[in-house]
């Protein structure tokens, strides 16, 4: 049986942040890394990813002596949605600029336009050295919408194909499974949920969510039984609902409603996720000790968790 590992490598919202009483749980934006039956899929791309990216250059250089000998990186990269904190490591990628790699990175913003061109012109040309088009790496930018799933098997380039149901993706026993669905409960068009399934387990990516009273059905039955949700949890209810300046709206969960999330969806495993970069070390630790008894894990950085 292969293996199906989760890494946090970036937990914060909005920006990262620098500055000792935040090392606990770390200061990079959102980047989760999966490494699930030989495969690197990649979860945003916020700071976090910049160390991902060293990493694989150190271990790019020791597959061999020369280029021609190197085992070339290959990687998925799943974005949620094309805000700062999520995208702002990805000119910093340093197997982006190897010509022997192969990065597909997928995503979706709009109907009237690609994510292609919304990341060259967020993060190349004007506020970058190269223009998108420079990258030397083998670099695959497609549009996903909720009606695709990307299957990930060996000896093959990622396949995208129109799935109505997930009991019908005709999936092969080692192969991974990727579906998502849009939720709006985000202003600016919205975020993608993902889900990643291989043989009998199945994780959540939501962040970037806010909730509905009585809680989102939609994640409910998307999520229903998975066994790792990475819930959105930027917020305290204080914060949230503060007199002076509210946060309803930003499309954020608080603690409570990654709670609520926890007990429609019934996830075997719960991680509390993006957390405001006001919150410090002391102040995530009195969150912490408030929900000890819930069952929940606070994501940091360098969290490892072993779904199989």
């Known amino acids: 049986m292969g293996e199906f590992k989760v890494k946090f490598r970036g937990v914060r919202g909005s920006y990262p942040i620098a500055n000792k009483d935040f090392l606990e749980y770390g ?4 980047c989760v890394e999966v490494n699930v039956n030989g495969h690197l899929i990649i979860l945003d791309a916020g700071t976090g990813l910049i160390n991902i990216g060293s990493e694989l250059m150190e271990k790019y250089i020791a597959s061999g002596i020369n280029s021609a000998e190197r085992t070339p990186v290959n990687a998925t990269v799943l974005i949620s949605h094309i805000h700062q904190d999520h995208i702002q490591g990805f000119t910093f990628f340093r197997p982006l600029h190897i010509p022997s790699s192969i990065i597909n990175v997928y995503g979706n913003v709009n109907y009237n336009e690609s994510l292609s061109d919304e990341l060259a012109e967020l993060l190349f040309g004007k506020s970058f050295p190269l ?3 420079d990258i030397a790496g083998n670099l695959n930018i497609k549009d996903l919408n909720e009606t695709e799933g990307i299957i990930l098997r060996h ?3 990622p396949i995208i194909k129109r799935i109505e149901n997930e009991n019908d993706a005709c999936v092969e026993e080692d192969d991974v499974l990727i579906t998502c669905y849009r939720s709006y409960a985000h202003p600016q068009e919205g975020v993608i949920i993902y889900k990643i399934s291989y043989k009998d387990k199945v994780l959540v990516y939501a962040t970037d969510k806010e909730s509905y009273p009585g809680g989102d059905k939609k994640l409910a039955n998307f999520a229903r039984g998975c066994n790792l949700l990475i819930h959105d949890a930027q917020y305290t209810m204080e914060d949230y609902m503060d ?9 954020h969960s608080t603690f409570d409603m990654a709670i609520e999330a926890k007990h429609q969806t019934h996830a075997e495993k719960v991680v509390f996720f993006h957390y405001d970069p006001a919150y410090d070390d002391n102040k995530l630790n009195a969150i912490k000790e408030h929900y000890k008894n819930d069952d929940i894990i606070f994501a940091y950085e360098g969290l490892e968790i072993d779904l199989m």
Not at 243 to 251: D, E, F, L, N
């Open 27 to 30: 200061g990079n934006t959102s």
């Open 155 to 157: 000896g093959e380039p």
């Open 131 to 133: 223009d998108l088009g």
């Open 243 to 251: 007199a002076y300046a509210p946060k309803q709206g930003y499309g």
